[in-house]
């Protein structure tokens, strides 16, 4: 209920005050394990994925930002988790996986700090869905977080990994983060969901 109540609560407000647009939402799979991989922009960029999708989404989130009073716990309650700023512990690999073995979904931004335009990512998101099996979702947030100014959303067809599966992990590991990052890239400059 807390989780639903601040979704519809947020989703007002960024309607209001980014005009924010979605596209692509019928490309989520409404069960089982999804990895939702984003461009990463703005600390507002959870919220900006996450108001618009009807299930529920866990973020990985820096592990400071559960020691701030209030908004530890309430991202807690949200579903977050935390990842230590040096570098992703076993334990956070391990929640990531139960997570999505368990078919639930995690948002996670590659990138892993925030750009402007898409950065080089880390590894971890292909890890996290070679090793899961989940459906993976490219996300490109496009905007400024202007106030009165359109944002958009744009979610894409899942990815299909069969190739990959075929491949040394390392180079796997490898080819998944390159796709999922040049299907971020060309939603981010055609403003359309990619195809699978």
Known sequence: MFYEFCRGLLRGIFAVAYRL???GEENIPKEGGVLLCSNHISVLDPITVGIRIKRKIK???KAE?????????VITRLGAFPV?????????????????RNGEMMGI????T??????????????????????VVPVAI????KLFRKMRVIYGAPLDLTEFKEMESGEAVEAVTDNIMSRIREMQKTGKPTAN
Do not use: N, Q, W
Request: proline share 5%; net charge positive.
């Open 59 to 61: 973020f990985m989130a």
């Open 109 to 112: 931004f590659p990138e892993g």
């Open 21 to 23: 647009e979605a596209t």
């Open 84 to 100: 230590k700023r040096e570098g992703v512990s076993k334990e956070s690999i391990k929640t990531s996986l139960t997570i999505l």
């Open 142 to 145: 496009v905007g400024d977080y």
């Open 65 to 73: 930002l559960f020691k701030v009073p209030v908004l530890g716990p």
């Open 114 to 135: 925030r750009h402007s335009d898409s950065g080089a990512a880390k590894k971890g998101a292909a890890t996290f869905a070679l090793r899961s099996g989940a459906a």
